[in-house]
């Protein structure tokens, strides 16, 4: 079983999302790709809640009442994933956990803190 959480904002780092993808495809669901969300966010604001919910519209994901889970069911399961983090990391959300997005190069090879000083 997997798990979403998420804890409040804070002004440096913006909110944090926890991701624990789930397999709901059983039964009649057909999903793509699924997780449910067990995040404690009842301290969001309400615009940040809307940005929640907007970047899950925008990745394809709806909420299915009868899991209590949130499914995407068109595409693949790797594009669904990527896209659900793409969307958060953009509208500010930081992903502690379940970020399927590539490493990119840059990101491996920057210059760590000690290594600038030493420079």
């Not at 899950?56 to 595409?75: E, N, P, V, Y």
């Not at 994933?81 to 959300?93: I, N, P, R, S, V």
Request: aromatic letters at 8%; proline letters at 4%; one cysteine or more.
């Amino acid at each position: 079983m997997t798990t979403m959480t998420a804890t409040p904002t804070t002004a440096a780092t913006g909110p944090k999302v926890k991701i624990a993808w789930r397999d709901e495809n059983y039964g009649s669901v057909a999903a793509v790709a699924a997780f449910r969300n067990y995040a404690l966010t009842s301290d969001w604001s309400d615009r940040t809640q809307q940005r929640f919910r907007g970047c899950l519209k925008r990745a394809g994901f709806t909420f299915h009442l009868g899991r209590a889970s949130f499914i995407a069911d068109q595409g693949t399961r790797d594009e669904r994933k990527l896209a659900l983090c793409t969307e958060l990391a953009k509208a500010g959300f930081v992903i502690t956990a379940g970020d399927v997005r590539p490493k990119t190069e840059e990101a491996s090879t920057a210059p760590t803190p000690d290594a600038a000083l030493a420079a």
